[in-house]
């Protein structure tokens, strides 16, 4: 029995850890969806990238499915309990269609995202339990328009508010601005520059000519990924962030899932089995996002916009975001999120616990939602049909960080 009760105080410990880094939904996400699954889109990152005028619409339709195959209780905290609900923005409107389980409550995570947390019918799942839920949202997705972005326009370092540099610099998360080779690398490539894209244009040159893309199965910090000399989209944003916070150009990271129509069912296992992901039509990003003045807060992808190697400045005007398949899920502001993955595969493999999640996106015909009164309030909103408001938006338009923690 003190065996018992000691592994369950070592779980409960470290869920509580857990809950301060968000949902285990995002770092289930972050863990794996943006290590191997980005290789798909890699490959395939030129496909369909026509611009459309019409409006766009989605089902997104997620199961996750926790089972104990070990002989220790597994303590479900609030983490495990909680959803990360899509953004809204000016280029696209989510509504959280259906969920199992009853909402106890709506809130913003530490990085300022907008969830849900539900009613588990237990706090506990038992030796050869399991548990499972789903959630499906329907997005309507509308042009975005990058400005078309040149040196000679761009600000300088010093036009950078002074409120953003304050809440963007930092070194929290996984971007390491103090580590010795990240600030001499940084300070190399910037050298004496003060103009804003001038600086982040010779970034992504140095990037795209020493860091190659290969996926691993956790996500890297970015001395690792330029101790390795390789990594996949977020590695590579993450290493965009970091030198970009080190030379006073505000950065975080954004991630987000694709619509591909053209890719197969596909099922793959990490961890020996302990983390299964499924995923039909559906392909997740991660993308660096960067203040550049005078256009504000503008994506920069570095592993999926066409023509990087011919324009870097291609990496901003064909990000992405110009696509209306992709769908901005959240902002990564302060988490740290490759320390949780960590944590997580060791958690999983350690109690012999299991996680299965299958994600299935689809086109579908525009067709609006009724608004409801209460849609301005989330914590008033039942289990019903839904749209949680967030006022932030990615254009170079945008004057305020509201959703940008």
Known sequence: MAELVNALMNIRRWSSSRAREGSLRLTIALTVILAAFTVYLYHYRFQSLEPSIEEKAFTLGISVRYVNGGTYVWNLTEEDATIGLFMNTTRQE?????????????????DGNHVVIVDFPGKWLQPGASLEYQVNFRIITRPLSIPDVEERYSRSLDEIPHALKERFLGAYGPWQVEDPALIELAREIAGNETNVLSIIKS????????????SWELPKYPNETLRDRFGDCDDQANLLITLCRIVGIPAHLQIGCIYLPNRANETNSYWDDHLVYRLMKTGWHGWAIAYIPPWGWLPIDLTYAEGVSQDPLN?????????QRTIQYMNITNSDYVASSGDLRSFLMRYDFYIYESDEMMEETVSRMPKRESESN???????TISIRNPSSITGALKHVKAYK
């Open 315 to 323: 990496a901003i005007r064909r990000s992405a975001l110009t696509l």
């Open 94 to 110: 989510v509504y959280l269609t259906s969920y199992s389980f009853s909402n106890r409550m709506f809130r913003r995570d530490s």
């Open 203 to 214: 970034m992504i040159i140095w990037i795209g000519s020493n860091i190659s893309y290969q």
């Open 378 to 384: 989330p914590q008033n909103l039942a289990a019903r």
